[in-house]
């Protein structure tokens, strides 16, 4: 999976291609350790090319949001596949996670 | 004309990159959609991670078997774990406030969502689950 981040401003983008399978989610988490909380500031993760997700990936979104809640900060998606966003629905996360259509959204 | 595949992975985290590999190729030879690629990789991948983590050192080679006809496709998945049956686990409770959620279960959750009807039996030793999924009229 390819995970990369977006230039300058807050909150932090983050890009996340690919499959966010056992392994991927893999990935992410120690990405997440070593970039995510250190930045300090709230998240936006732009997912218009992921493609997959599993319950690994799920779990790995969740500790993401309940840890930067803690910090006090926010967790937000954009840019969701059709295909990705019911695996987020039936798993009852969109209660939890804002999840906008655009960055531009997430902004207004 | 039924169409069949059978492979074995290893019951670790590099069986679950084999098995999307073999699913890739199925998905090709079978010329599946990416919608209903996506959702038999993602039944047998909960199934096999929930194999490896409950099936103990025992587990072993965890044997997928797959068969499609008249769009109704047949998923096998056999292992030599400790019993368990994926059927009789509890659901999340997807209502609750994030504080709250635990990520426990929804891996059976999603299986379930995704199949039409999941069958669990212990068989000389092994635990056979059978999964039954309708493949929508696209192109099968």
């Known amino acids: 999976m390819e995970i990369s981040l977006g230039k300058g401003k807050k909150p932090l983008f983050i890009t996340a291609k690919g499959r966010l399978d056992t392994t991927g989610s893999a990935e992410l988490e120690t990405w997440v350790a070593e970039t995510v909380y250190p ?40 840019c969701v596949q059709d295909h990705i966003l019911e695996v987020f629905e039936i798993s009852g996360f969109d209660s939890f996670i804002p999840i906008f259509t655009s960055r531009g959204e997430y902004s207004l | 004309m039924t169409k069949k595949e059978e492979f074995a992975i290893a019951s670790t985290a590099a069986g679950i990159v084999t098995l999307h590999e073999q699913v890739k190729n199925i998905t090709t030879s ?104 309708k493949l929508n009229q696209e192109k099968v």
């Open chain 1, 39 to 78: 930045y300090k500031d709230n998240v936006l993760m732009d997912f218009s090319e992921l493609d997959y997700v599993s319950s690994a990936g799920l779990r790995t979104i969740l500790n993401l949001s309940k840890g930067l809640k803690e910090k006090g900060f926010s967790f937000a998606l954009c």
């Open chain 2, 30 to 133: 079978w010329n599946l959609s990416n919608k209903q690629s996506g959702e038999v990789n993602l039944i047998l991948e909960e199934i096999c991670v929930n194999v490896i983590s409950h099936g103990g050192k025992r587990a072993g080679k965890i044997t997928i078997s797959l068969s499609l006809e008249n769009s109704v496709l047949i998923m096998t998945v056999t292992d030599s774990g400790y019993p368990f049956d994926l059927t009789s686990a509890a659901a999340p409770d997807v209502r609750l406030p994030v504080e709250k959620r635990k990520a426990g279960g929804l891996g059976v959750h999603l299986v379930k969502h995704y199949s039409d009807s999941i069958f669990y039996e212990r068989a000389d030793e092994k635990n056979i689950l059978t999964i039954e999924k």
